[in-house]
């Protein structure tokens, strides 16, 4: 599939220029040149004639290009259709390659460009640079490059030109990806406070299923970090032996050692970013295990664990990202302020104990109207409202507890104290810097709705975790992108469970050299701003944008075909302000996953970019009523790539 910033130069009119007789025994050779190449690629493997189908798979591997293995069988298999011996031979190969591998909608941006339509000279490159990719900037240099790269034939490459081949490898490379390419490396400037930035964040990180029945696993955990999020959850309780644990507590699901968590994510934390991470504890464990945890957490982490500030102790702004740089950070409650936890630093806390208030039976995680424990049969949720109550419920007064908490264990907490969540005005007042809340995405989406504006001024100083409803007990997600757009900086969702909000979280987080942290826009940023997603106004920034959808190659088959077919169709969405979301669909391209053509155009105008991301979706239709899903991609607007482009599906695998 290939999204286009501009129409294709359909002509190279000084063609006419070169003599036919010259240009015939130019392309003579030239034809010769690639057949002797290709020859030489696959001799070795017809030595005895002829090829099954899985050596013509292997066969494939040699040339380095992307191929799917359903296609190639059903070409493979129409080749050899009625005759009695399942091999091909090489002429029988050669075709079968052309047919994977020559798109026609390459060729005939090749053509475009190319006078004898065999090669590239340098100077037809950097022309091809200019009007398809919209390059701008040392355009002889990088058109060498590509020569160089990607050029296989040798002949040709000496030349300084380029063929169809080594144009192929270039079109279906990363640079030809929609996805601009310095938006692959740490861009942003990370010196901002932490709570200037959105943070990829997990929910119940080490649940692999469902939030009751489901196994707790430490690949939870190691796949999170490997996708780049820096914020974990760990749920702990008391486990037998002194030995804290780590599970979903009052369900079913298994129980992990607190000891393994922390190894694990030794191990895995800075493998793909350098940026902090940040662990956000559920803290149910008695004072004895929660030394046991800061032992841990101290042994295990050592120097990687945050134990004190970054200069003075008195915090009167959160430190960067890049001030905090393979640094883990702790997120639990807190007694009393960090000054005082610096006044402590070189004493022995052991068997000292503080206490913090609490709401008697709510935690932070807790506090959802809709939260987990309305499942359980003693708890009467027939009272409840539902979602779209039109205002936000008067909240009953919380009868408060004093809650244990260990010194050893509260002193590692230094940036990122979880607070209870008041009000707005409660935490204008009386909030730190350094003081984070947890808010339950069903409370959260009423302030969105009603308190829009407060809540960005909120986000813009303190930073704030939402989370899933306690209902949602097949881990299923909400849509992120509602608190993204008020600036909430960990939006927390349940990594296992694939579908349109992970696609949109994993879309997001892709920016910014999928580092975890995303420099919010300036005006969730500014403490002065009037912004609100439902009323943009001087905040609008109106972008044009223009996607020319070509073609496809090689979609997944439909679970439906026994061979290689679906009637893929192309769903293009926008998800951003609410002023913002928009989708659009293309034709149904009837029995072709091979090589669906479209050439359609699809305009949008968007009155926020700055945070809006566009989700590229394929689908095979089944009915008129229903559509399965085939694969998808997802990035921010402002990382589209102008130019003759190409979109990698992600696919689910089952």
């Known amino acids: ?79 050899i259709d009625k005759r009695k011996e399942h091999v ?103 010196n901002y406070p932490l709570c200037d930035y959105f943070i990829s964040s997990s929910h119940n990180t080490y649940l692999i299923a469902d939030q009751l029945i489901g196994p707790s696993h430490l690949w939870g955990y190691a796949s999170a970090l490997l996708k780049g999020c820096r914020c974990l959850e760990i749920d702990c309780w008391d486990g037998s032996n002194n030995e804290p644990v780590v599970y979903h507590g009052h369900t079913l699901t298994s129980k992990i050692p607190f000891r393994s968590v922390i190894q694990i994510i030794e191990k895995y934390a800075f493998e793909v970013s350098d940026y902090p991470v940040v662990l956000s504890l559920e803290n149910h464990c008695s004072t004895q295990q929660q030394e046991v945890m800061a032992d841990y957490l101290e042994s295990i982490l050592g120097e990687k664990l945050l134990t004190s500030t970054l200069g003075e102790a008195r915090v009167t702004q959160l430190p960067s990202p890049e001030a905090l740089k393979f640094k883990i950070l702790l997120k639990n409650k807190k007694v009393g302020t960090v000054e005082e936890s610096m006044l402590r630093r070189d ?6 104990t503080g206490e913090v208030s609490e709401s008697e039976n709510i935690s932070d995680d807790e506090d959802d109207s809709d939260d987990l424990a309305s499942l359980c049969p003693q708890r009467d949720s027939s009272k409840r409202k539902g979602e779209g109550a039109p205002s936000a419920p008067p909240r009953k007064k919380a009868k408060m507890k004093k809650v244990k908490i260990a010194l ?39 302030f969105v709705k009603h308190s829009a504006r407060d809540f960005v001024l909120h986000t813009s100083k303190f930073i704030t975790r939402i989370y899933p409803k306690g209902t949602r007990a097949t881990s299923s997600n909400y849509n992120p992108q509602e608190f993204w757009n008020v600036g909430c900086q960990m939006v927390a969702l349940n990594f296992q469970t694939p579908g349109v909000q992970m696609e949109l979280q994993n879309g997001k987080f892709l920016d910014n050299g999928g580092s975890g942290y995303i420099l919010k826009p300036e005006f969730l940023r500014n403490r002065g701003s009037s912004f609100t997603p439902h009323n943009v106004g001087r905040y609008s920034k109106p972008m044009s944008l223009s996607i020319k959808l070509i073609s496809g190659h090689q979609l997944p088959p439909s679970n439906l075909s026994k061979t290689n077919k679906a009637d893929p169709l192309v769903q293009i969405e926008i998800y951003g302000v609410p002023e913002d979301q928009r989708r659009k669909k293309s034709s149904v391209i009837k029995s072709n996953a091979m090589s669906p053509r479209w050439d359609e155009t699809f305009s949008f105008t968007i009155q926020v970019p700055e945070l809006a991301l566009i989700r590229f979706c394929v689908e095979d239709e089944i009915s008129l009523v229903s559509n399965e899903f085939l694969g998808q991609y997802t990035l921010p607007v402002l990382s589209l790539n102008k130019g003759s482009e190409i979109i990698k599906l992600f696919v689910i695998l089952s």
């Not at 590692?412 to 947890?438: G, R």
């Open 1 to 79: 599939m290939t999204a286009l910033g501009g129409p294709v130069a359909a002509s190279a009119a000084w063609s006419g220029l070169v003599q036919p007789g010259l240009l015939r025994l130019v392309g003579s050779f030239l034809n010769l040149i690639s057949h002797t190449w290709f020859l030489n690629i696959i001799q070795d493997d017809f030595m005895d004639g002829k090829i099954d189908f899985e050596n013509t798979m292997q066969l494939f591997k040699k040339f380095e290009l992307p191929f799917n293995y359903s296609h190639v069988k059903h070409v493979f298999k129409k080749t």
């Open 88 to 190: 091909i031979n090489i002429e029988d190969f050669r075709a079968i390659y052309r047919t994977i591998v020559h798109r026609p909608e390459f060729l005939e941006l090749f053509r475009a460009y190319s006078p004898n339509s065999k090669t590239l000279a340098h100077g037809q490159v950097v022309e091809f640079l200019k009007k398809e990719q919209y390059e701008t900037e040392e355009c002889e240099t990088t058109a060498l490059e590509i020569i160089l790269k990607y050029e296989p034939i040798e002949e040709v490459r000496k030349r300084r030109q380029l063929s169809f081949e080594g144009f192929i490898r270039y079109m279906a490379s990363e640079e030809c990806s929609v996805f601009k390419r310095h938006h692959r490396t740490v861009y942003q400037d990370m």
């Open 408 to 446: 050893a264990l509260s002193d590692l907490v230094i940036y990122t104290k979880s607070e209870k969540f008041v009000s707005f005005e409660h935490s204008q007042i009386h909030q730190k810097c350094y003081e984070n809340n947890s808010i339950g995405e069903v409370r959260a989406r009423k």
């Open 347 to 352: 004493l022995d806390s052991h068997g000292e």
